[in-house]
């Protein structure tokens, strides 16, 4: 329990954080009954992270109780006071001067950020680098909107530590507070996305789905609704909650049929498909991946189609049908370089084939899987699939194999692969009599089942 809490308190830091600074420091100015973010954020900030000195009292144009009163967001920088800050500091002056202004060039490429985050994550960074240059973004409200879609960057590319940088260094100055700014959407919608995905990599999927859902009801471009509607399906399939992932995909399929948009049809059909397999109901999850193929595909989504085909048919035990289903698939990826998604149909391919009792082809797909294998996860799997197949034969071998995959799956923790693994290691040891270890295995796995209750009740 006391685990769970340093958890949460950890989870929960930058929200603490905010709350503190809110209480302490955050006094908003109004202006037609909007909450404004002030030029007192921005100055705080310079002066804790970037080092900045406090301004000469004596001899400058600000007073010290001017000062204090700007640092409060109680008053404006004048332009004389602006133009002394620039040269002491060394910033561009437009940086103290235009910090309420908004540049129209800026707003629209802020808006086209946005939207290739949802939908086009590579075009997204471009801009991201181009519009990143120190100072770059007079206005606060502007420089602020950049920063969030900055952290929902790394966090979607698996980057917290930057996006934590900002949290730290930035937003805790700049986010003037909780209920703010209801007037202007296109903030709203880049804190509701950050928040979104904040939460998801931290683990807290029903904040996260909360805040996704909000940018649903906000926004009415086609392709941002097929991409936030995938999201919220992710996150509701990551959670086991299948039927409500379901019903995600069900409202995507009639959306995107109204809209006559194809990418959202093959978006559908392909998660439902997916899920459909989770559920165990494989003719219509085959039904689903069939109706693929009335789509014009790209390679990835064809790819993809005939790879889950091929899952389906080995959970049917129709291999053969299955190997068919899985060498399409490799086929397109091979046509197309697609070398990253490779290891997944070689590691498939050498599989079946040795479950249809074929094992020269099993090892020469087994040796292809073994050399494009890119990381830890995809070597163990290479790894499992060489004990699978030398087992019978040579059982000792084939549990180094499998010890090994075990160490890397209790490290980070795949509770699914070890439910597997565990069980096959008690009979192989067992079998090459060593009872010591069957047990110690036998004690892991009981374990495992314990915590997992455990889980289910805290």
């Not at 053969?320 to 397109?332: G, L, N, P, R, Y």
Request: charged share 25%; net charge negative.
């Amino acid at each position: 329990m006391a685990e769970q809490l340093g958890q949460y308190q950890k989870a929960n830091k930058f929200q603490v954080k905010l709350e503190q600074l809110h209480n302490k420091k955050a006094m908003r100015s109004k202006h037609r009954g909007r909450v404004l973010m002030n030029i007192g954020n921005r100055l705080n900030y310079l002066q804790q992270t970037k080092n900045c000195i406090a301004p000469d009292f004596q001899h400058g144009p600000i007073l010290e109780k001017e000062w204090e009163a700007i640092l409060q967001g109680q008053l404006p920088l004048s332009g004389e006071q602006a133009a002394y800050l620039a040269e002491q500091w060394n910033l561009p002056v437009d940086y103290l001067v235009d910090y309420d202004a908004t540049d129209i060039a800026i707003h629209r490429e802020l808006q086209r950020i946005q939207h290739e985050l949802l939908t086009n994550d590579d075009k997204a960074k471009q801009r991201l680098v181009q519009l990143g240059g120190t100072y770059a973004i007079p206005s606060i409200m502007q420089e602020t909107i950049f920063k969030l879609l900055q952290a929902v960057n790394y966090y979607k590319i698996n980057q917290p530590k930057d996006a934590e940088e900002i949290e730290e260094g930035y937003l805790s100055f700049m986010l003037p507070g909780f209920n703010v700014l209801k007037e202007i959407g296109v903030f709203q919608k880049a804190l509701f996305y950050y928040y979104g995905f904040k939460y998801y990599y931290e683990g807290e999927k029903e904040e996260s789905f909360s805040y996704f859902e909000r940018i649903l009801e906000k926004t009415q471009d086609t392709e941002e609704v097929i991409s936030l509607m995938q999201n919220l399906s992710l996150i509701a399939k990551d959670s086991k909650e299948y039927d409500c992932a379901i019903n995600y995909m069900n409202r995507l399929e009639t959306f995107s049929s109204e809209h006559g948009s194809n990418r959202g049809l093959a978006i559908a059909w392909n998660y439902l498909g997916v899920l459909y397999l989770l559920k165990k109901n494989y003719p219509t999850a085959i039904q689903y991946f069939e109706k693929m193929k009335t789509l014009e595909l790209n390679p990835l989504m064809q790819s993809r189609m005939y790879h889950n085909l091929g899952v389906l048919y080995g959970e049917k035990q129709y291999y053969h049908e299955a190997i068919k289903m899985f060498s399409k698939s490799k086929k397109v990826k091979e046509s197309n370089q697609m070398t990253e998604d490779l290891f997944l149909s070689y590691h498939a391919l050498a599989r079946n084939y040795f479950l249809t009792g074929q094992p020269a082809e099993a090892k020469h797909y087994l040796t292809f899987a073994q050399q494009t294998a890119a990381n830890e996860d995809e070597r163990s799997l290479a790894k499992m699939a060489e004990a699978e197949m030398i087992k019978a034969s040579y059982p000792k071998a084939a549990i180094d194999l499998y010890v090994q995959a075990v160490n890397y799956y209790e490290k980070v923790q795949f509770i699914g692969e070890l439910d597997d693994l565990y069980p096959t290691l008690i009979r192989l040891f067992e079998q090459v009599g060593d009872p010591a270890m069957a047990l110690e295995f036998r004690q892991r796995y009981q374990s495992l089942h314990v915590d997992k209750d455990e889980s289910k009740h805290a």
